[in-house]
C-alpha cells in the first residue's frame, strides 16, 4: 500500500508539470502572434500569484500580532507561501523589458500632466519596482522567529508598498485615472487570496486541526470577503456619483456586454456565493471550506483580469480574446513554478501543525 501509494505521489507532481509545460509552449506561441496579449495575460498571471504570496506573509503577520490556535494550523502554509518571492523577482524581468508594449505613457505625447511624468519617468518607475521586490523579500526572511515588533512594522511596510505597486503597475495602466482607495483594495485582495490558499492546503491534507479552528479560518474568510466588497463597491459607488471624467473611464472601459457580464460573475463568485456559504456555522467544515476557498482563488483570478486587461484594450484590441484565453495557461505554467518552491519550503518547515497535503512529504 505504501508503495502504490508513493507512486501516485510522484506522478500528481509529473503530471502537473507537463501541464504546465503544454501551457507554456501554448504561451509561447502566442507570443508569436501578438506579444501585447501575451505581456498582458503574463501580466495577470504574474499579479495573482504575486498575491498569494504577499497575502500568506501578511496574514502570517497578523496572526503574530493576534495570536490564535487558527494561525498556529496554518503558519507552516503561510511562512512556506514566501519562498517563491526570489523567483518572482526573475519572473518580472519580462515586465520591466515590455513596459512600453503595457504603459502608454512612456511616449512623448502621452495625455499626462508635469506631475506624473515626474512620477512615471521610465527610469524612477522601474527602480521603484526593484525596491518593491528587494522589499518584499526581505521582510520574508526569517518567517520562522518572526516577532511581534517585525511583525507590525513588516505590516505597515506591505501596506504601503503593495499599495504604492498597484498604482504603478495596475493603475498606471490607465494614468488619466485615479482612485483613492485603489491601493487598499488590492491589498485586501491579497490577504483574502493569502487566507484562501492556506485554508485550501489544510482543507484538503489528510488530518485536520480541530473543527473550532476552522469555524476561526471560516470567520477569517468571511471577513476578508465582506473587506473586499464594501471597498470594491464604495469605490464604484463614490466615483458614480461623482462622475467627473477623470474619474469615470476606468468604468467606460468595463462598460460592455461582456465585461458587464464578468463583473456579475465576479461579484457572485467574490462575494455573494462566499457570504452565503460562511453565514452559517455547519459550513465551517475542513470539507465544505477547502471548495470554497479553492473556489475563491479562482475568482481571485479573475479579478486580476478585471482589473488588467479592459485597461489594456486600446492595445490588444484585436486579440483580446487570444489574451484573456491565454491567462489559464500562463498561471498554470507560473502556478507549477510557484507550488514547486513552495513545497520545498514547507517540507522544509522545521514547525509543521499536521500532516501535509496529499503528494506532499517531508524531505529526509
Request: proline share 4%; hydrophobic share 60%; with cysteine.
Amino acid at each position: 500500500m505504501n508503495t502504490m501509494a508513493g507512486a501516485n505521489n510522484l506522478k500528481q507532481p509529473r503530471l502537473l508539470f507537463l501541464v504546465a509545460c503544454v501551457c507554456a509552449l501554448l504561451a509561447i506561441a502566442a507570443l508569436c502572434v501578438d506579444r501585447n496579449a501575451f505581456i498582458a495575460a503574463y501580466l495577470v498571471a504574474w499579479w495573482f500569484w504575486l498575491g498569494i504570496a504577499l497575502g500568506g506573509v501578511a496574514n502570517l503577520f497578523v496572526y503574530t500580532l493576534s495570536g490564535g490556535r487558527w494561525g498556529e494550523a496554518i503558519a507552516p502554509f503561510l511562512r512556506a507561501a514566501a519562498a517563491p518571492l526570489p523567483l518572482w523577482a526573475i519572473l518580472f524581468l519580462p515586465l520591466f523589458l515590455t513596459t512600453n508594449n503595457l504603459y502608454g505613457w512612456h511616449s512623448a505625447d502621452s495625455a499626462i500632466d508635469s506631475t506624473q511624468r515626474w512620477w512615471l519617468d521610465r527610469n524612477f518607475f522601474l527602480a521603484r519596482g526593484v525596491v518593491y521586490l528587494l522589499i518584499w523579500i526581505a521582510l520574508s526572511r526569517h518567517l520562522q522567529r518572526c516577532s511581534a515588533r517585525h511583525a507590525a512594522v513588516g505590516l505597515i511596510v506591505y501596506g504601503v508598498s503593495i499599495s504604492l505597486a498597484a498604482v504603478d503597475w495596475i493603475m498606471a495602466l490607465t494614468p488619466q485615472w485615479h482612485a483613492t482607495g485603489f491601493g487598499l483594495l488590492a491589498v485586501v485582495g491579497q490577504l483574502t487570496a493569502g487566507m484562501a490558499f492556506a485554508i485550501a492546503a489544510i482543507g484538503w491534507s489528510r488530518a485536520q486541526p480541530a473543527a473550532s479552528v476552522f469555524i476561526d479560518l471560516g470567520n477569517l474568510l468571511l471577513m476578508y470577503v465582506l473587506c473586499w466588497a464594501y471597498l470594491a463597491y464604495t469605490q464604484f459607488l463614490i466615483i458614480w456619483a461623482g462622475n467627473l471624467p477623470g474619474e469615470i473611464n476606468w468604468y467606460l472601459m468595463r462598460d460592455t456586454q461582456s465585461w458587464h457580464g464578468i463583473a456579475w460573475l465576479l461579484g457572485a463568485t467574490h462575494f455573494m456565493a462566499p457570504l452565503v456559504i460562511l453565514l452559517f456555522r455547519d459550513n465551517k467544515t475542513a470539507s465544505c471550506l477547502a471548495y470554497l476557498a479553492s473556489a475563491l482563488l479562482l475568482a481571485h483570478l479573475l479579478d486580476c483580469a478585471w482589473l488588467i486587461l479592459p485597461s489594456l484594450a486600446d492595445k490588444i484590441a484585436p486579440h483580446m480574446a487570444l489574451s484573456a484565453a491565454l491567462i489559464p495557461a500562463q498561471a498554470i505554467w507560473m502556478g507549477a513554478l510557484w507550488w514547486l518552491c513552495w513545497r520545498r519550503a514547507l517540507n522544509k518547515d522545521q514547525h509543521p501543525p499536521h500532516e501535509l497535503p496529499r503528494g506532499i512529504s517531508h524531505a529526509r
